[in-house]
């Protein structure tokens, strides 16, 4: 089951998003996590969040935000964070919290759904491979701030 992120996933979110970021070797500041959380509960902000649950208990999380472009009409939408616990992984969470967002943003609606994932992790391109198509576009950033 998906559903959408309440402010009393506080705790358990902060658990999840942690785990997400120690799998790409992240640490974000407090300010980081406070702002984020409180965008996700915002209804006025373009970013949203979902948990996905078994048996009751959340194990994975996805974030997703939507933005303009410049090569369609509709906004397009973004999956920014998706994870699930190693231990339940290949359970079909990751796909459903794929399929949750996209089903969100063709009701929007948005021309395109779209994310990136490090080139490392390839047991996420197993099943991404199999929802999407890669772009052949390289990502490059430049970090300005936190």
Known sequence: MIRAIEQSDHRVWTQLWTAYLQFYETVLPQEVFASTWSRLLD????????????????IGLVHWLYHRTNWAVADNCYLQDLYVMPDVR?????????????????????????????????????????LASQTGFVPYRMTLSV
């Open 43 to 58: 209804p006025n902000e373009p970013t949203w969040g979902a948990l996905a649950l078994q048996d009751g208990q959340p």
């Open 90 to 130: 290949g359970g079909g969470h990751g796909r459903a919290l794929i399929e949750h967002v996209a089903t969100i943003a063709r009701a929007r609606p948005c021309a395109q759904l779209y994310w990136t994932t490090h080139k490392t992790n390839t047991t996420a391109m197993q099943l991404y491979d199999r």
